[in-house]
């Protein structure tokens, strides 16, 4: 038997890269540290009991489209709804990139945005962020005049350098971009202005979002745009039919009750991260400034990588970026509980000694 090889174009790459390992301590992954609220699981508990299992769940997801709409002040027909933030980033990717096209990433930044609009087909242009890694305008008009990519992608807060874009820098990208831009906002409860200010039908905005990170709910997988109605209509003929499941769709509108709970919880964890990066800023290395549930650092003088895997021989799981280009020893870590986080202060003190 012959195997068949996989798309000449998709041979070089790479899966995506997270260890899922048993550890005491695991802030690798930029969830919550807490679940949602107990009333939250009561009322889907509720919810799930109420399911016509036979029958296909409401295509449209009006219930869940309607409460987002609410959520952010603008039409229900403005909202996408997709499995996870990702499922929203590769339908935008499928409709309006493929090949013949071009997508503009600035790195370091989330790599799932190239991964999945190579996976498309389309050409993808990495342009540079400055050395503190904010987004350079003199940069970005360069890949502009080069390459008219098609789709911009913006991340702010930035993953995984956990950087914000000021109000003014979007708004420069989105008056030069041709084509359409993208703000993943996937950590937007922890930034003072959202770009979804910026969206309208008149606009090429798209501000992607999710219910996986501060919303507690990563293991529902839900994430949604606010696009222009002319995006969101093409976005629903390209998703698959029905691909959001009844029980998603009830989780997705009753979380949607408990946004103060939510607040409340961001406040605790920026409380955190700056407790986390006063810890670090008395250690041996370098902290980037984070405006988001994580905090981007590199060990001075010792490799990244030998000091990940000391916080992983004392059952402490963070993010290794080591590797990843620009990033060199870079480590990230996820805030987590106040215990969870003193363990790895007091594991990384250790390490570092
Ligand atoms: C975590 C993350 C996502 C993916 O979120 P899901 O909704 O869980 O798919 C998207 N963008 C960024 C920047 C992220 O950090």
Same mark, same amino acid.
Request: hydrophobic fraction near 45%; glycine fraction near 6%.
């Given at each position: 038997?012959?195997?068949?090889?996989?798309?000449?174009?998709?041979?070089?790459?790479?899966?995506?890269?997270?260890?899922?390992?048993?550890?005491?301590?695991?802030? #690798?992954? $930029?969830?919550?540290?807490?679940?949602?609220?107990?009333? %939250?699981?009561?009322?889907?508990?509720?919810?799930?009991?109420?399911?016509?299992?036979?029958?296909?769940?409401?295509?449209?997801?009006?219930?869940?489209?309607?409460?987002?709409?609410?959520?952010?002040?603008?039409?229900?027909?403005?909202?996408?709804?997709? $499995?996870?933030? #990702?499922?929203?980033?590769?339908?935008?990717?499928?409709?309006?990139?493929?090949?013949?096209?071009?997508?503009?990433?600035?790195?370091?930044?989330?790599?799932?945005?190239?991964?999945?609009?190579?996976?498309?087909?389309?050409?993808?242009?990495?342009? /540079?962020?400055?050395?503190?890694?904010?987004?350079?305008?003199?940069?970005?008009?360069?890949?502009?005049?080069?390459?008219?990519?098609?789709?911009?992608?913006?991340?702010?807060? $930035? #993953?995984?350098?956990?950087?914000?874009?000021?109000?003014?820098?979007?708004?420069?990208?989105?008056?030069?971009?041709?084509?359409?831009?993208?703000?993943? /906002?996937?950590?937007?409860?922890?930034?003072?202005?959202?770009?979804? /200010?910026?969206?309208?039908?008149?606009?090429?905005?798209?501000?992607?979002?999710? %219910?996986?990170?501060?919303?507690?709910?990563?293991?529902?997988?839900?994430?949604?745009?606010?696009?222009?109605?002319?995006?969101?209509?093409?976005?629903?003929?390209?998703?698959?039919?029905?691909?959001?499941?009844?029980?998603?769709?009830?989780?997705?509108?009753?979380?949607?009750? %408990?946004?103060?709970?939510? $607040?409340?919880?961001?406040?605790?964890?920026?409380?955190?991260?700056?407790?986390?990066?006063?810890?670090?800023?008395?250690?041996?290395?370098?902290? %980037?400034?984070?405006?988001?549930?994580?905090?981007?650092?590199?060990?001075?003088?010792?490799?990244?990588?030998?000091?990940?895997?000391?916080?992983?021989?004392?059952?402490?799981?963070?993010?290794?970026?080591?590797?990843?280009?620009?990033?060199?020893?870079?480590?990230?870590?996820?805030?987590?509980?106040?215990?969870?986080?003193?363990?790895?202060?007091?594991?990384?003190?250790?390490?570092?000694?």
């Amino acid at each position: 038997m012959t195997r068949l090889p996989v798309r000449d174009d998709l041979k070089a790459l790479e899966g995506y890269h997270s260890p899922q390992v048993d550890v005491r301590v695991r802030l #690798n992954t $930029n969830e919550a540290p807490v679940g949602p609220p107990a009333e %939250f699981e009561q009322a889907l508990a509720r919810a799930v009991a109420d399911v016509d299992w036979n029958r296909y769940p409401d295509r449209a997801a009006t219930d869940l489209r309607r409460a987002i709409a609410a959520l952010h002040g603008v039409d229900p027909a403005m909202v996408f709804v997709a $499995n996870g933030s #990702n499922e929203v980033l590769q339908t935008i990717l499928l409709t309006f990139a493929g090949p013949g096209r071009t997508v503009a990433t600035f790195e370091p930044t989330y790599q799932l945005h190239a991964h999945i609009a190579r996976i498309s087909g389309a050409t993808v242009v990495e342009g /540079e962020r400055a050395a503190d890694f904010s987004l350079d305008l003199g940069e970005f008009r360069r890949v502009l005049a080069a390459h008219e990519p098609h789709i911009t992608f913006l991340c702010s807060p $930035n #993953n995984p350098t956990g950087g914000v874009d000021t109000e003014a820098t979007i708004r420069e990208v989105v008056s030069l971009a041709p084509g359409l831009v993208v703000v993943d /906002e996937a950590y937007g409860q922890f930034a003072r202005w959202s770009a979804v /200010e910026l969206v309208s039908d008149d606009s090429s905005v798209i501000v992607v979002r999710t %219910f996986s990170k501060t919303w507690s709910m990563a293991a529902a997988r839900l994430g949604y745009a606010i696009a222009p109605s002319w995006v969101v209509s093409e976005l629903d003929k390209v998703v698959l039919p029905y691909h959001l499941d009844a029980v998603k769709q009830a989780a997705g509108v009753i979380a949607l009750r %408990f946004v103060d709970q939510m $607040n409340e919880r961001v406040r605790a964890i920026v409380a955190e991260r700056e407790r986390v990066v006063s810890a670090l800023q008395r250690l041996d290395v370098d902290v %980037f400034p984070s405006g988001a549930n994580f905090v981007l650092f590199r060990p001075r003088g010792r490799a990244g990588r030998a000091v990940w895997q000391g916080l992983l021989d004392r059952s402490v799981l963070i993010r290794d970026c080591s590797g990843w280009p620009r990033l060199a020893d870079c480590l990230r870590i996820t805030i987590g509980t106040p215990e969870e986080n003193s363990l790895f202060i007091a594991a990384l003190t250790e390490v570092l000694s």
